[in-house]
């Protein structure tokens, strides 16, 4: 079977809450989908500040009961070299705000032990947490049903900074690198895991990222060559960048009606 990179489906919300309830919609319907078809979902959710609103309103409805979480398994892109407990952990932020509330089973949810002695020694047991869990797509490598990302006003995205050695990884799903700029270290996966996956989500919201969300969606190779987000693009999958008006303002996308 021959691959094929297809154009991402770009969405643009008048605000940043119709951005996140627009991928809350997608969230239930791609997670649906996947359990009807293969009785189980894959999730790989996205840390930072953009998702939290997005993980608080996929709780405010778990009495809908129109996601079957107990079907999904859940995972990380990222996440800081901090405890679990700790405030800046993705993990916790994801806890307090969605998996507290809502009927997964601890053992589907599957957090990076970025605070390990040894970190690459860590990142090589997730990857291998991940082989041993996510089904393998034609290429060999594990195949997720969803990947949420979102992106700073650096571009960056998961943990996978500007000039930074992990952006070239071609073999490793999933890598611990120092990252100058933040003075630390992150655990991150890959764009060899990433675009891989049957769906990714890349949610932008803000005016802090106009500029990069402008070079993201240029036809300019040279404004995009700077952006590792520009970098997701999955094989055989599918892509979807929701942004809000703000975050759009130097394209010429229009916000659409939820």
């Known amino acids: 079977m021959t691959s094929t990179k297809s154009t991402p489906d770009v969405r643009v919300l008048a605000t940043a809450a119709q951005a996140t309830t627009t991928v809350a919609r997608l969230f239930k319907k791609i997670v649906n989908e996947a359990v009807r078809m293969r009785g189980e979902c894959t999730v790989a959710l996205a840390g930072g ?26 995972f990380f892109g990222d996440e800081r070299n901090v405890p679990h407990d700790h405030v800046e952990s993705n993990y916790h932020m994801a806890q307090r705000s969605l998996l507290d509330y809502v009927p997964i089973s601890p053992d589907r949810v599957h957090p990076m032990s970025a605070d390990a002695d040894d970190l690459q020694v860590a990142a090589n047991e997730y990857e291998q947490i991940v082989r041993r869990i996510v089904p393998a797509g034609e290429s060999g490598i594990p195949q997720f049903d969803l990947i949420l990302l979102g992106m700073g006003g650096d571009g960056h995205t998961a943990s996978l900074f500007p000039h930074t050695e992990a952006l070239g990884e071609a073999e490793r ?3 611990s690198q120092h990252v100058p700029v933040l003075g630390r270290s992150r655990m991150t996966v890959t764009f060899p895991l990433i675009n891989a996956a049957r769906h990714v989500i890349l949610l932008v919201t803000g005016d802090d990222k106009a500029e990069v969300a402008a070079g993201l969606l240029s036809d300019d190779p040279t404004q995009r060559e700077e952006i590792p987000a520009a970098s997701v693009a999955p094989t055989d999958g599918k892509l979807t960048i929701v942004l809000d008006s703000p975050a759009a303002r130097q394209t010429d996308l229009k916000a659409t009606e939820l």
């Open 49 to 74: 500040t953009t998702p939290h609103a997005l993980y608080q309103e996929l709780a405010a409805h778990v009495f809908d009961a129109d996601v079957p979480w107990q079907h999904v398994e859940v």
């Open 173 to 175: 799903l999933v890598v």
